[in-house]
């Protein structure tokens, strides 16, 4: 059975930048599906440097790549939550826990210091 992780932006971020140990690693493992979600595409594909279109290509297909999870009402109303409860600070941040907690996936992410207050995430490494 697929274990579903949700990959965090500074991930892709590293891997882009030739960090590809972790990312890779999880990749290659059979159980591991990998996921990103909207605002992770949001913050991955807003980059001023992808102005360039051919740079803007790759990262498109780059993050083409990853099982995309949708992010519905129930992330909408755990994010309310998340923050009101001073769980998270960044609504960015505080969407893609809720994505990891409604959708039961686990994050990768190098940011443990956002995430670190969230009860019953999941977090790696």
Known sequence: MLTNLLVDT???IDFSKGKKQLLEEYSNEKEW???V???VMAEWLNNKELIDTGK???ANEFIG???CAEIGKDE???TGKLIRNSQVDYLGDALIA???LVKKMYLLTRNQKHFKKIK???LLP
């Open 120 to 122: 019953g995430l999941k």
């Open 98 to 100: 809720a994505n990891c």
């Open 65 to 67: 790549e990853f099982n």
């Open 37 to 39: 979600n909207p605002v």
């Open 10 to 12: 500074n991930i892709l």
């Open 56 to 58: 803007l290509k790759k």
């Open 33 to 35: 599906q990998l996921w």
């Open 76 to 78: 909408g109303k755990m």
